[in-house]
């Protein structure tokens, strides 16, 4: 009798340790190795039950060896860019939450928790980890064209998809596994973290912003990213994804702006037509009429793209359906 209960006790025990949720930590790295030690020690303490995976992007330093000493799952991603190594992790790694952060140590693991407690409580599909909210990113960083990046960033996002982020451009964000397994990466650089905010606004993802503290770089180590170049990038990203998914009001704009055009050129003519009964200026004329045309045929393929998006869409949500089925904890 004692051998059945221990049995069915045990039984239980898998059960319930099957049912425990499983994070993985996603750490890309392009030569980190100053401070990769202790963004692998600070997550493995204050994420005990996690795995931490270090992607290393060939890196010339030895912060694949310095990750892996410090107890990371480390894979290497030759494509270079954070874009194509984010890609890679999320097919690669099984987990049912993510937290994805850089590996420069600015982020404190200690808001981790905070991070994945919405995700948790089905609150939430991502979480983005808000530095500028309480003002420590405007402190430690004295990289003024990086604020009003991401400045510039918001209020496109906000002017075109109605949704205002406090930081959009942040690299500390948690997410669940149909969010991760949904998500079509694009972008090659760091464009994907503005890739990922437009996904999810877009998509009506559920958002949560959490505030959190940033830390700059210690001394020695030196971002990646290029404020001009890398900021066209991001801006050509919205571009991008502006026609991907809103076709019909980005067309719509460029008809409205061609029908302007074409009425500038136009009205002149028709004046003095009107009062003349001749066109003298046929230049204008047929310059008029193009631009109208232009117009119409800017506003038809608005209409067009629009159909398949929303064809898209349809069949985006029904694969949304498949993966709550096959990762989901709960629908």
């Known amino acids: 009798m004692f051998v059945i209960e221990e049995e069915e006790l045990s039984v239980e025990q898998a059960a319930a340790a099957s049912s425990t949720p499983t994070v993985a930590v996603l750490v890309p790295c392009y030569n980190e190795a100053l401070t990769i ?4 020690d600070d997550f493995r303490r204050v994420l005990p039950e996690a795995t931490v995976y270090v992607y290393d992007n060939n890196s010339s330093d030895d912060t694949a060896a310095i990750a892996r000493a410090h107890g990371a799952v480390v894979r290497t991603e030759r494509r270079q860019g954070k874009g194509n190594v984010v890609r890679q992790m999320m097919r690669d790694i099984d987990a049912d939450y993510y937290v994805m952060v850089d590996g420069d140590d600015t982020y404190p693991a200690e808001a981790a928790p905070a991070l994945l407690a919405p995700l948790m409580a089905d609150e939430a599909d991502m979480t983005v980890g808000d530095r500028l909210s309480n003002g420590t990113y405007g402190k430690e960083n004295d990289r003024a064209f990086h604020g009003f990046g991401n400045n510039l960033v918001r209020f496109l996002i906000k002017l075109i998809y109605g949704f205002e982020f406090s930081d959009v451009m942040t690299g500390y964000r948690a997410y669940n596994a149909v969010f991760a397994k949904t998500m079509p990466v694009l972008s090659p650089g760091f464009e994907i973290e503005t890739e990922l905010s437009i996904h999810a606004v ?3 993802w559920r958002i949560q912003e959490i505030p959190i503290d940033y830390r700059d770089r210690p001394e020695g180590s030196e971002s990646k990213l290029d404020t001009f170049s890398d900021g066209m990038k991001v801006l050509l990203m919205i571009l991008s994804l502006f026609k991907d998914y809103r076709p019909l009001a980005l067309f719509s704009w460029m008809s409205l702006v061609f029908f ?7 009205v002149p003519v028709i004046v003095e037509f009107l009062q003349t ?3 003298p200026k046929l230049p ?3 310059l008029a009429v193009a631009l109208v045309v232009v117009g119409m045929l800017s506003f038809t393929s ?11 869409r349809k069949q985006y949500e029904l694969d949304v359906t498949r993966a709550y089925e096959r990762y989901g904890r709960t629908i």
């Not at 030690?37 to 692998?40: D, P, S």
Request: glycine share 16%.
């Open 284 to 286: 204008s004329a047929l």
């Open 37 to 40: 030690a202790k963004v692998v």
């Open 277 to 279: 009964g001749l066109v």
């Open 202 to 204: 877009d998509k009506r």
């Open 302 to 312: 608005g209409l067009i793209l629009d159909t398949v998006v929303k064809g898209a």
């Open 260 to 266: 302007l055009l074409g009425l500038v050129a136009g």
